[in-house]
């Protein structure tokens, strides 16, 4: 029991052990609530899987205070590895409920210079590029994405190979720790005027990772 000792599981204990992580798992839900994740599923899932956090941060802490951080890992890696393994675990669910419930998909279609908003993004399409290579020809399309005042450049490209007669797409990706932003190039005018991109944002990406390499 991650709670109570083995065997000590008494009910007046129990709400004492969970007191304190309630009442600190409030704060996540309350952040989350404030950054625009207002989904109830998915701040009850925050709320519990915090309380299941700080019951075992508190109980590594309480132990750890007394017989020392690393110590305690050594000697009993099986209760407090497994902490570490469903940290990581609570992670991963956590990321995932965030990505698959505000995950946008959208196309977008821009006459050169011109501006739409997906999601907290603003893309700006800044025309077309060509590269020929010795083993294919590749058609790019640039589009500027911007979103709190910073400034990324986004080049998903088109591959023309020689021995194939539909193109093969390569989509630009930019990801940081608050989600990723997918672009592809659908099609485009032949004067480079015009082009259509399927954009995704999936937030939380990259803690699904983090949280998989730790479990």
Not at 49 to 66: L, T
Not at 128 to 157: D, F
Request: glycine share 10%; with cysteine; net charge neutral.
């Amino acid at each position: 029991s991650f709670v109570t000792p083995w065997g000590n599981g008494k009910g007046e204990r129990i709400f004492s052990s969970l007191r304190l992580p309630a009442i600190c798992s409030l704060l996540p839900a309350l952040l989350a609530g404030v950054a625009g994740f207002t989904h109830p599923l998915v701040l009850i899932l925050l709320y519990l899987s915090s309380v299941a956090f700080f019951v075992m941060a508190f109980e590594w802490g309480r132990v750890g205070r007394h017989l020392g951080y690393i110590r305690i890992l050594r000697e009993n890696p099986r209760r407090y590895g497994g902490f570490i393994a469903h940290a990581g675990a609570l992670m991963v669910i956590v990321a995932v409920a965030l990505s698959a419930t505000y995950e946008t998909d959208q196309e977008v279609t821009l006459n050169k210079g011109e501006s739409e908003r997906v999601s907290d993004w603003r893309l700006t399409f800044d025309g077309m590029r060509t590269n020929e290579t010795p083993q294919r020809y590749e058609i790019k399309g640039v589009l500027l994405a911007e979103r709190k005042g910073s400034m990324e450049t986004l080049i998903p490209q088109m591959n023309y190979y020689p021995n194939s007669r539909e193109p093969i797409g390569t989509p630009a990706i930019h990801s940081t720790l608050t989600g990723d932003l997918y672009v592809t190039l659908i099609s485009f005018e032949e004067d480079g005027e015009k082009a259509s991109f399927r954009v995704l944002t999936m937030p939380a990406v990259v803690w699904i990772w983090i949280g998989g390499g730790i479990v």
